[in-house]
């Protein structure tokens, strides 16, 4: 199956202030986007999944 770009909008809780991020994954479906996020997020940031949101999840034309 083939890579799908998306693009994941959300906020995650840093120092007791929600900081809204926007990114650009590529994954073969919008549930491995949301995975890929919510992993890269929480190892980067040593955050639990229960403060980092997802608003959205878009896929991103033009590819």
């Known amino acids: ?3 799908q770009t998306f693009e994941v909008v959300g906020a995650c ?7 809204p991020y926007r990114k650009v994954v590529g994954a073969p479906n919008e549930n491995q986007a949301k995975e890929k996020v919510l ?10 999944r229960s403060y980092i949101t997802i608003e959205s999840v878009n896929v991103v034309a033009g590819e």
């Open 1 to 3: 199956m083939e890579n």
């Open 13 to 19: 809780r840093i120092n007791n202030e929600w900081k």
């Open 39 to 48: 992993t890269d997020i929480g190892s980067k940031h040593r955050l639990k």
